[in-house]
C-alpha cells in the first residue's frame, strides 16, 4: 500500500479503528509560530491472517512562506523488528534534532539576556578605559620627570592638573545627563578623553604649560563619565539590582588600573613611555563605535527591548522623562545631600592620593624600581574589584532581607571609611615591602565597600536628578583630588609619608561622623 492511498484510507471510517501513536521529536513550544516536525507515525493493522504495522517519517521545511512535508514509509511485521533503515532514521534524526535545540537555546539565552545588563557591561567597559587612561601617567610620570628634570612640586602640578579640568565638568556633565540622555553625554566623554591621551607624549615634548593643558581636557572628558553613567543607570536599573550594578561598573575602574599598571611598565621597557598614551588612548574608538551601536539612554528609546524587561524596568524605577528644571534650592536645603558632599570630599581625599602617588611611594620608601612598583599597584585595586562586587551583593541581599537602605548604606560606607584609616595607620610600624602592600590592600580593599554607600546613594534620595547630584558631590571629590594631590607633594618636599597619611585618616574620621549623622537611605526629591 502507498504511503498516500494510507494516508487518505485514514480519514475513513474503518471497522477497527487503527492504533495510531505519536511521537513528536520536538516537543515544548513557545509563542513563536512552528511547525511540530520531525515526527514518526506509527500505524498498526489487524486482520485474521496477520498483523502488520507501517512507520512514518515526516519531515517539513519552510520557504517563501509555505510547509513542504516530505513523506517516506517502511512496513513490516509485527514480529519482526523494526527496519535498520527505519533505525538509521530515527537516530539521524534525534541527532539533527539535538544539534537545532542546542542552536535554537543559545540563540534563545543570546537575546534572552538582560538588556539592562548589557547597558552596565558597557558602562564598565568604558570605567576600565576611563581608568586606564588616567593611572598611566602614574607610571610614566618616573621616567619623564628623569628626562625633564622635573622636582616633586612640579610633578604634583602635573598630577593635578587633570583634576582641573575634570573639575569644571562635573555639575555640567550632571546637567546634561540628566536633560539629553546619558548615552550621547557618555559617549563624547570617552571620545575627548581618548584624544588627549594621544596628544600627552607630544604636548610634553612642547612645554610644560601644553602639558597642563592637555591633562586638563582629559579632565574635562571623564568629568561627565560618572554623572553620564549614574543617569543610564537610574533608568535601566530596578532598585534591588542597584548596589550590584554600580558595584560592577566602578569596579571597571579598579580593573583599569590593574590593567594600566601592569601594562604602562612592559610598553615603557619596550617602547618608551609615549607608547602608553599612544596604545591606551586608541582603545577608546571601539568602545564607542559598541556604544552608538548597542547604548540607549533609556528603556523607552531601546526598540529591541523585550517587552517583559521593559516592565520589569519600568515597574520598579523613576520616570524616564528627561529633566527639564533642576531645583537648586531645593536640592541644597537638604542636609543628606551635603552629606554626600562632605563624605565625598573625605572618601576622594585618601582614594586619589593613593591613585597618583602610590607608585612614587613604592619607588621612593619601599625601593621598588619601576616594574616592582607598577606590579605592587596592582594588587591594592584587584582587592578593591573583588571587594566592590561583593559589598554589592551583601548590600543588595540585606535590602532584599527587609533591612532598610538607610541601615545598609550607613554599614557599607563606615566599612569604607574606618577600614582605610585603621590600614593607612599601621604603615608606620610595618618593617617589611611585603607587609606594606598587604596594608595598602586592605586599605584599598575596604574602601571599595564605598560603592555600596554614598555611591548608590544618589540614586536613593534623588533618582530623577541623580547626575546632578553625583555632579555636586563628585565636584567636592574632585576638589579633594585637586588639592590632595598638589598637598602631597609639598607635604614630602617639607615632611614625610607619615604626615601624607594622618590627614587622610583624619578625613576618612571625619567623614565616619557626618555620614552616621546625616545620611539616608529614603527618597527625598522626587
Keep these: 500500500m502507498s504511503a498516500r492511498a494510507l494516508l487518505y484510507s485514514l480519514s475513513l471510517t474503518p471497522k477497527a479503528p487503527p492504533d ?10 513557545d509563542s513563536k509560530t512552528r511547525c511540530p516536525f520531525p515526527f514518526l507515525i506509527r500505524v498498526r ?80 567597559s568604558a570605567f576600565l578605559l576611563c581608568n586606564m587612561d588616567r593611572v598611566n601617567m602614574s607610571i610614566a610620570i618616573l621616567p619623564m620627570s628623569a628626562e625633564y628634570n622635573w622636582n616633586p612640586t612640579t610633578v604634583g602640578l602635573i598630577q593635578s592638573s587633570f583634576f582641573w579640568g575634570y573639575l569644571l565638568t562635573q555639575v555640567a556633565g550632571g546637567i546634561w545627563a540628566d536633560t539629553v540622555g ?23 615634548k612642547i612645554g ?15 568629568g561627565v563619565a560618572m554623572p553620564a553613567m549614574n543617569n543610564i543607570l537610574s533608568k535601566w536599573i530596578p532598585v534591588a539590582e542597584r548596589s550590584r550594578s554600580l558595584a560592577l561598573v566602578y569596579s571597571g575602574m579598579y580593573l583599569g588600573s590593574v590593567t594600566g599598571l601592569a601594562f604602562s611598565p612592559f610598553l615603557i621597557h619596550q617602547y618608551g613611555w609615549p607608547s602608553v598614551f599612544y596604545s591606551f588612548g586608541s582603545l577608546g574608538t571601539v568602545w564607542v563605535a559598541v556604544w552608538l551601536s548597542k547604548a540607549h539612554s533609556s528603556p523607552l528609546e531601546d526598540p529591541e527591548l523585550r517587552p517583559e524587561e521593559k516592565k520589569l524596568i519600568l515597574s520598579n524605577s523613576v520616570s524616564n522623562e528627561p ?21 565625598h570630599f573625605c572618601h576622594n581625599w585618601g582614594t586619589f592620593i593613593l591613585l597618583t602617588w602610590m607608585p612614587t611611594y613604592y619607588n621612593q620608601v619601599l625601593k ?24 554589592g551583593w551583601i548590600a543588595d541581599t540585606l535590602v532584599s532581607r527587609g533591612l532598610s537602605v538607610t541601615t545598609v548604606r550607613k554599614i557599607m560606607q563606615t566599612i569604607g571609611f574606618l577600614g582605610p584609616a585603621f590600614f593607612l595607620t599601621q604603615l608606620s610600624h610595618v618593617n617589611s615591602p611585603q607587609m606594606a602592600v598587604f596594608c595598602m590592600a586592605c586599605s584599598q580593599g575596604t574602601d571599595a565597600f564605598s560603592q555600596s554607600g554614598l555611591y548608590s546613594n544618589h540614586q536613593d534620595i534623588a533618582p530623577r536628578y541623580s547626575g546632578v547630584l553625583l555632579g555636586l558631590s563628585n565636584t567636592a571629590g574632585v576638589l579633594a583630588g585637586v588639592f590632595g594631590t598638589a ?15 594622618k590627614v587622610a585618616v583624619g578625613l576618612y574620621l571625619f567623614g565616619t561622623v557626618v555620614w552616621n549623622l546625616f545620611s539616608t537611605g529614603e527618597k527625598i526629591l522626587d
Excluded at 610644560?208 to 571623564?222: D, H, N, S, T
Excluded at 598637598?487 to 597619611?501: C, E, K, M, R
Aim: proline content about 4%.
Design 208 to 222: 610644560l604649560p601644553f602639558l597642563l593643558v592637555v591633562r586638563a581636557f582629559m579632565g574635562i572628558g571623564e
Design 20 to 29: 495510531i501513536s505519536l511521537r513528536k521529536k520536538n516537543p515544548g513550544s
Design 45 to 124: 493493522f489487524s486482520s485474521s491472517q496477520e498483523q502488520r504495522y507501517s512507520v512514518f517519517r515526516v519531515s517539513a521545511r519552510r520557504s517563501s512562506g509555505k510547509v513542504w512535508a516530505d513523506v517516506k514509509s517502511d512496513t513490516c511485521g509485527i514480529s519482526d523488528s523494526v527496519p535498520d533503515s527505519v533505525k538509521f532514521e530515527e537516530a539521524l534524526d534525534g541527532v539533527v534534532q539535538g544539534e537545532e535545540e542546542k542552536l535554537e537555546s543559545s540563540v534563545s539565552l543570546q537575546e534572552q539576556f538582560p538588556k539592562r545588563w548589557v547597558i552596565v557591561v558597557l558602562c564598565f
Design 323 to 343: 529633566v527639564k528644571t533642576i531645583p537648586w534650592k531645593l536640592i541644597l536645603s537638604k542636609a543628606p545631600v551635603w552629606a554626600l558632599i562632605v563624605c
Design 487 to 501: 598637598a602631597t607633594g609639598y607635604i614630602l618636599q617639607h615632611g614625610s609619608w607619615d604626615d601624607v597619611f
Design 368 to 391: 621598588f624600581d619601576l616594574t616592582e612598583s607598577g606590579l605592587f599597584c596592582v594588587l591594592p585595586w584587584l582587592t578593591m574589584a573583588f571587594s566592590a562586587n561583593l559589598g
Design 182 to 204: 546619558g548615552k550621547a553625554v557618555l559617549g563624547f566623554g570617552v571620545v575627548w578623553w581618548s584624544i588627549a591621551t594621544i596628544l600627552t607624549p607630544i604636548a610634553a
